[in-house]
Structure formats: C-alpha cells, structure tokens
C-alpha cells in the first residue's frame, strides 16, 4: 500500500493474467466485464481517483493550515507568558538593582533629597501592565482549555484586587485587561506599590505564578502537536489524522 500523508491507497487484487483467466475466462470480453465489475463494485476510475486524492490533498491542506495557526497562536502565547515573568523579575530585584530602594535624586533646582525613583518604577510596572494585557488578551481567546483556564485564574486575581489597583492608578477594563494612570501613580504611597509588586504573595507573584502556568501549557501543547501529529521528522506520519483528531478532541 502506498502512503499519503497519512492515508492510505486502496491496491485492487492482482491476480495476473492465468488468475484472471481462471476466474473469468480469457476472451476480451470476459476481461472486460472483469473491468466493469470492479468499477462498478469499487467506483475507481482514474477520475474517481484523481477526485479522491483532490479532496484528501483539500482536507490535508486544511488541517496543516489550523495546525500552523493553532502553533502560531501557542508560540505567541508563550512568549507573552515569557514576557510577563521578566517583567515581574524586574520589579523584584534586590540590591543596587531594587527598584523600591531610595535613592538620592537630584532636584530641577539643584538640590537633592532621598526617595523613591518613581519614573523607574512607573516604566518597569507599565512594562508589566503591558505585558499582562497582551498574555491576558491573547491565552483568553485560546482554545487550549489549560491556557485559557490559567488565564482566567490570572484575571481572578486581578478582580480581587481591583480596589488596591485603583488607589495607584490602575484600573481594570471590562475585558480585563489594565490601564495605568500615570498621574495618579505617581502620586500614589510608594510602600502601597512595593507591597503590591514586590515579595512572595503579592499581586505581581500571583499574576507571576499564573504566567508560568500559560507559558508550561502552551509549551506542552506544541511539543504535543510536534511528536503525536507530525511525528519526529517534522511531516504527518501513518497516524497523523487519529492523533489530530485527539489534539483537537482535547480543546473543545
């Protein structure tokens, strides 16, 4: 049998000619009802068959194409994911890196006084508000049900704290994604900022934790789509459709 990505050709019986002759008789008109019955019996004419392999060639074409989007999409999520974590990392740095260390800051007058760097601390929580919105956004509309589940958790965690957010100027949109208002949290306690994005517990090591969540399932599922489906060298296998068939079973 030969193979086609998956599919296999169907091989009439070959017989050879003694057999053929033996069965139905060697006159050509004996053959030829010979012909006839396995069209009519198998409807495989070379038309039938270049159809066949048009639509298998279709439907292939058609499940390579989800599947490329599908792994667009995870790859994307992952390094949202990735993202995310990095930006946690930044605002918890310790020692001369510790962004919620005072520093002495130089005044516009020339004077100096000892205090929080709140323009470094603003870019390094809008680099996570931004990072939040593009993971939230992005694993939520996924159909990986471990990702969207883990995105979800995520954006429990930020409706629980919504009130905290909003007194350093960070609110949450109906879709869920944040805004930072850079007024208002400049304005804000600093200690307030660090308790919520620095340390074990806060809301920055939750979303964290969640973030490594997305990342571990989108992660799973595209070494899942790369040996169940295309198999070790990179090309759908003998059982490329069943194994699709049971990547896309495990989605909906």
């Known amino acids: ?3 086609i990505s ?16 033996s069965i139905y008789g060697s006159s050509r008109a004996s053959r030829s009802s010979y012909a006839q019955l396995l069209k009519a019996r198998y409807g495989q004419s070379n038309t039938a068959s270049r159809i066949s392999n048009s639509r298998i060639s279709g439907s292939q074409n058609t499940a390579r194409n989800k599947l490329q989007s599908m792994s667009s999409s995870l790859t994307t999520i992952k390094g949202d994911a990735e993202d995310l974590t990095r930006a946690v990392d930044k605002l918890n740095l310790s020692g001369k ?8 800051i130089r005044q516009a007058d020339g004077s100096t006084v000892t ?32 990702v969207s ?6 954006s429990r965690t930020t409706q629980v704290l919504s009130r905290s957010l909003a007194k350093v100027g960070i609110t949450t949109g109906k879709d869920g994604r944040l805004s930072l208002d850079e007024k208002t949290f400049k304005g804000a306690d600093m200690d307030t900022v660090k308790s919520l994005f620095q340390g074990t517990g806060s809301f920055a090591d939750n ?12 992660t799973s599922s595209l070494a899942s789509m790369t040996t169940s489906i295309y198999g070790s060298n990179g090309y759908f296998g003998y059982g490329g459709y069943a194994a699709l068939g049971n990547f896309f079973n495990g989605y909906f």
């Open 97 to 104: 890196n510790d962004l919620f260390e005072k520093k002495t």
């Open 149 to 154: 589940g883990a995105a979800a958790t995520m």
């Open 1 to 3: 049998m030969s193979r």
């Open 207 to 218: 979303v964290s934790y969640a973030a490594g969540r997305i990342g571990r399932a989108a």
């Open 6 to 21: 998956g599919f296999y050709n169907f091989n009439f019986p070959s017989f050879g000619n003694s057999g053929i002759s």
């Open 115 to 146: 205090d929080y760097d709140k323009d470094a601390i603003y870019s390094a929580v809008n680099r996570f508000v931004d990072s939040y919105n593009d993971t939230l956004k992005n694993a939520s509309a996924s159909t990986d049900r471990n």
